[in-house]
């Protein structure tokens, strides 16, 4: 088995292409496809879109808040939304967004990246806004498990920008701070390393060289946030191959809710990404 996630992915990349598809059963999802706002209607649309793409996509990125709006209903739904995952043999990412400090972390680590958690994912994202030392508890878990964490640096929403492109007082930007103090977690050069960190393609280039992360890029903002598979060959020429994973979420959901069009539109999305990278 692979040692770290990196090198997991590294492999379903190679195999599958380099498409993750968002599964993000919110209200107006639901309705869009005919479905009640409620946990059945959760159910039905986060196994239809795994459906459509477990024989295309590479991994589902399960955005937690519209399962756990629900309560422990919603967390029933994800709980299987997981294991089916697994049987198809395609890796979760849960976009659940955590970061605290101490035993806080040690407690979300078990909670998302231990193997004995229903809820344990192949990868978690979490921020680094208490310092990315911080996370330890959730590197030591991924390290441990062969699982991964996807950092936040620079993300998709309009609003990150400001903090994200600020400096230190060494006169850093936020973002950069973020994927050199990543790359120090992994010190790899071949991409393959547990921690990974969430760069959106609608984003500049950043002043720190993607090439030398050392681990997994998730990259989200393509469809309908704007950015294209063109950015992809902007922003990541230089990066090790099969090390960039790409988020297509709403413009995917929107061809549904017939699987035969999800699937068809999840095709396409795959082609034109591995054309787009290198």
């Keep these: 088995m692979p040692e770290t996630f990196g090198e997991r992915l590294h492999e379903r990349l190679r195999a599958r292409g380099p498409l993750c598809a968002g599964v993000d059963p919110s209200a107006r999802l639901l309705a869009d496809w005919g479905r009640d706002d409620s946990a059945d209607g959760v159910e039905y649309a986060a196994l239809a879109l795994l459906e459509a793409v477990r024989d ?13 709006r629900f309560g422990a209903a919603g967390f029933a739904v994800l709980e299987r939304l997981i294991v089916e995952a697994r049987d198809a043999d395609v890796l979760v990412v849960a976009d659940a967004k955590r970061g605290d400090i101490g035993v ?17 994912a192949d990868a978690l994202t979490a921020h680094p806004y208490h310092g990315v030392a911080s ?3 959730l590197v030591q878990a991924a390290r441990e498990h062969a699982r991964g964490v996807f950092v936040l640096s620079a993300t998709s929403n309009e609003e990150g920008r400001a903090l994200q492109r600020a400096r230190t007082d060494e006169g850093e930007r936020v973002e950069a701070m973020v994927l050199r103090e990543v790359a120090a977690l992994n010190g790899r050069a ?30 989200p903002g393509v469809g309908a946030q704007g950015a294209t598979p063109a950015d992809l060959a902007r922003l990541f020429p230089r990066c090790p191959p099969d090390t960039v994973l790409v988020n297509v979420g709403r413009a995917l959901a929107q061809k549904g809710p017939e699987i035969r069009a999800l699937r068809d539109g999840a095709r396409r999305w795959r082609d034109d990404l591995l054309a787009a990278l290198p």
């Design 135 to 137: 996370l330890a508890p």
């Design 190 to 219: 071949d991409g393959q390393g547990a921690v990974g960190v969430v760069y959106a393609a609608n984003r500049a280039a950043p002043e720190f060289d993607l090439a030398t992360l050392g681990g997994p890029i998730l990259v």
């Design 56 to 68: 295309v996509a590479t991994a589902i990125k399960a955005q937690v808040a519209h399962f756990e």
């Design 104 to 120: 806080s972390n040690a407690g979300y680590a078990e909670a998302w990246l231990s193997g004995r958690s229903p809820l344990a």
